[in-house]
């Protein structure tokens, strides 16, 4: 029998429209959970505190996350080809060494929240300041749960596979916008602080389970 050549064109034309829909509605859930916060909060401390305890942790963490992501890559794809494990450029010394830094910098943000307001929000005084210093405590561990979320999708990325990250990017919101329908008030900003850690640990565990064949 002749053998077929795949088809990479319509592999390519379906991957591309899977990942374009998914991200458009999650660009959709992202302004709903926007729109559902200013409603809920306004212009209040509370809600500048929380975008700012927001961008200081998960905001550093995605950034840094990014560029990770970017310096890694080529690593893995060579480790792949070169018949290795690609799980192997996560082991090295390189790699412990930034994981240790985030590490040190997220027991930083939960026990000295305080200092860390200083640092990125110097001009938050009283209720602001108060309030940030709380959510940047709750939200710590964020910056370690983008991280991990960040390298599993390198792993992915080398293989090809885009439409599970995104995914778990809008489950996340979708949850955010449930809660803050449904349980918002009478929950508070706090409360919202801690159901965004969950809906992260959410994502991630999505991202691992569609990846655990790729990390054994």
Same mark, same amino acid.
């Given at each position: 029998m002749p053998h077929k050549e795949p088809r990479t064109g319509k592999t390519l034309l379906r991957a591309t429209a899977i990942v374009f829909v998914v991200r458009a509605c999650d660009f959709l859930f992202s302004f709903l959970m926007s729109s559902l916060l200013a409603t809920r909060f306004g212009t209040s401390a509370h809600l500048d505190a929380f975008f700012m305890a927001r961008r200081t942790t998960a905001g550093i963490a995605d950034a840094v996350g990014k560029l990770i992501h970017m310096t890694t890559m080529p690593l893995i794809v060579r480790q792949m080809?070169?018949?290795?494990s690609a799980v192997d450029v996560l082991r090295g010394r390189k790699a412990l060494t930034i994981f240790a830094g985030l590490l040190a910098f997220t027991a930083a943000a939960m026990? !000295? $929240?305080?200092? &860390? =307001?200083?640092?990125? /929000? $110097?001009g938050f005084i009283g209720e602001r300041h108060e309030m !940030?210093?709380? +959510? =940047? @405590?709750? !939200?710590a561990p964020m &910056?370690?749960?983008? +991280? /991990?979320?960040?390298? =599993?999708? @390198?792993?992915?990325? /080398?293989r090809r596979s885009y439409g599970l990250a995104e995914t778990s990017n809008m489950v996340q919101r979708m949850l955010m916008v449930g809660m803050l329908l449904i349980l918002v008030p009478p929950l508070g900003i706090l409360d919202v602080s801690q159901?965004?850690?969950? @809906?992260?640990? &959410?994502?991630?565990l &999505? !991202?691992?389970l569609g990846s655990w064949p790729l990390l054994k």
């Open positions: 080809d070169e018949g290795r026990v !000295m $929240p305080g200092t &860390i =307001v200083e640092i990125f /929000a $110097p !940030m210093d709380r +959510m =940047v @405590a709750i !939200m &910056i370690l749960i983008s +991280m /991990a979320f960040w390298l =599993v999708s @390198a792993l992915r990325q /080398a159901f965004l850690v969950f @809906a992260s640990i &959410i994502a991630l &999505i !991202m691992l």
